[in-house]
Nanobody
Framework: QVQLVESGGGLVQAGGSLRLSCVASGLTFSSYTMGWFRQAPGKDREFVGTISRSSIFTDYADSVKGRFTVSRDNAKNTVYLQMNSLKPEDTAVYYC????????????????WGQGTQVTVSS
């Protein structure tokens, strides 16, 4: 059974930083592209960033470019989302997701999802 478990969320002041982690089990982690998405209250879930299987390729939403970084450690079956210069509009539940092979920002192409972790940025 595939499980993705996020952690690292919390309350932070604007301008601060957080690092989210997502540990995967039940799959061959190195075969999966990993993505991060978020959903703010009253809004649709949106793409944040993605990383290829070997970390060669990353892609980000325009709203987080230059502030967020996705990385992964295949030996630990873990993907990370480093979030710097946080803004109140970054407040959301953050989800990690997994899909086989190539990277994409398209939510519907991801097969497995975590339960999410809350990030709240105060002004």
């Amino acid at each position: 059974q595939v499980q993705l478990v996020e952690s690292g969320g919390g309350l932070v002041q604007a301008g601060g930083s957080l690092r989210l982690s997502c540990v995967a089990s039940g799959l061959t982690f190195s075969s999966y592209t990993m993505g991060w998405f978020r959903q703010a209250p009253g809004k649709d879930r949106e793409f944040v960033g993605t990383i290829s299987r070997s970390s060669i390729f990353t892609d980000y939403a325009d709203s987080v470019k230059g502030r967020f970084t996705v990385s992964r450690d295949n030996a630990k079956n873990t993907v990370y989302l480093q979030m710097n210069s946080l803004k109140p509009e970054d407040t959301a539940v953050y989800y990690c997701a997994a899909k086989l092979l190539v990277t994409t920002s398209r939510e519907y192409e991801y097969n497995y999802w975590g339960q999410g972790t809350q990030v709240t940025v105060s002004s």
